[in-house]
């Protein structure tokens, strides 16, 4: 037990860990589902995969939700020691794009699938439509949510994750640790 709670954590909790490492996980699911689900068009039925993918994705915005609570809520461990203040900055910056992304994505995704009529079930029931099938003005949504999550997405991740290895193996700090299971946390 601590003694020391005017000290701020060395690392993330274990509540912050679980949930960055689970949205890992359910995106590559995720991905694996958006990738191999037959082309999405005009009366494409709504196939296990793509069923699938609607779950998923609505399961992503649930965690992404609860995750971003906890954070404006509980915040984050003081920066590492000695990074240079850019580094600090645009990593903060690409945090909430990610951020951003994983909430607009999947909404983006759930409107478009409300567009096309298409059913959105989360084990068993049907989930509520944010707007009416052919609704003026909503064609463009599923374009969108394909070239933000294929792009924007991806280059952030990519960008994210050879920062984080760049870290470890170059600069051999304690950035990438302090996210990853186990100790660190005092
Ligand atoms: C973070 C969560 C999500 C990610 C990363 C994601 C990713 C993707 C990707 C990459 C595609 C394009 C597939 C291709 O390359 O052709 C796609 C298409 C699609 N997704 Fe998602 N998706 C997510 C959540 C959702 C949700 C929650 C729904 C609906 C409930 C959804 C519905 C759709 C639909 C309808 C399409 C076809 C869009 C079109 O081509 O017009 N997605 N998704
Ligand atoms: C193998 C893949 C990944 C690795 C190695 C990794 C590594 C890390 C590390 C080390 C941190 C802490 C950075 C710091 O303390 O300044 C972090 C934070 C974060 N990661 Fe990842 N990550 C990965 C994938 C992802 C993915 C796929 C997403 C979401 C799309 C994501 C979103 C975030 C966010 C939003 C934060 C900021 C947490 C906060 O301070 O609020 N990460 N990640």
Redesign the pocket.
């Known amino acids: 037990m601590s003694t020391a709670t005017h000290l701020a954590p060395a690392g993330?909790t274990g509540t912050?860990k679980s949930l960055?490492w689970l949205?890992?996980i359910l995106?590559i699911a995720q991905f694996t589902f958006a990738w191999t689900m037959p082309h999405i068009g005009r009366n494409t039925p709504v196939t296990t995969l793509i069923s699938l993918h609607f779950t998923f994705g609505v399961i992503i915005l649930a965690v992404a939700l609860i995750r971003l609570l906890f954070?404006l809520t509980r915040g984050?461990?003081e920066?590492?020691a000695g990074i240079p203040g850019w580094q600090e900055n645009s990593?903060q910056i690409v945090?909430w794009l990610?951020?951003l992304?994983?909430l607009v994505v999947p909404l983006l995704g759930w409107i478009n699938a409300d567009w096309r009529g298409m059913p959105i079930a989360m084990f068993g029931h049907e989930l509520p439509h944010l707007i009416a099938a052919r609704a003026a003005g909503w064609q463009w949504t599923g374009d969108v949510h394909g070239l933000l999550a294929n792009y924007a997405?991806l280059i952030?991740?990519g960008l994210?994750?050879a920062a984080?290895?760049y870290h470890h193996m170059v600069m051999g700090d304690g950035?990438?640790k302090?996210?990853l299971p186990g100790r660190w946390i005092k």
Do not use: G, Q, S, T
Request: hydrophobic share 65%; aromatic share 8%.
């Open positions: 993330y912050a960055h949205i890992v995106l954070r984050v461990p920066p590492e990593a945090h990610l951020y992304l994983l997405m952030l991740v994210h994750v984080a290895l950035v990438l302090r996210m």
